[in-house]
């Protein structure tokens, strides 16, 4: 029971992480990530410009294929048959209401490009899994 209870809690943190920094307005997300990446890296100025949008917009890769292996461990531990549907399902419907809510962000907007990039985040999160769960067979057979 405990499995269950924290593999719900870290989904819902990680779905609050994604309303808060979606509910930023357009010129504060960008001072933030600008700042994060500018300090992370170690970047000058004009290396920051280059890069900050592409790294931005891989964020929604990233973002949402955590969300994913989140949501795929708790489906898992409540049993849940045909895992990687309904982990597609919830995760592009959470992805769809998250641009669906930027649009009420100033400076915010429904775009596909970052609906596409949640997808790519998601089914990369199902190949990881999947390749995992398979690996994880084969070392299991091996014992038998």
Known sequence: MKKKIISIVLLLLWAGLIFYLSNQPSDVSGKI???????????????????????????????????????????????????????FIISMLYAISDETHQLFVP???FELLDLFLDLVGIVIAKIMYFNFESCMQTINDGKK
């Open 33 to 87: 990530s600008g700042s994060m990446i500018k300090n992370v890296l170690s970047v000058s100025e004009v290396t920051l410009n280059l890069i900050h949008n592409p790294l931005r917009e891989s964020m929604h890769v990233f973002v949402f294929m955590v969300f994913a292996l989140l949501l795929l461990n708790v489906l898992v531990n409540f049993n849940v048959k045909k895992i990687y549907i309904w982990c």
């Open 107 to 109: 400076g915010r907007a």
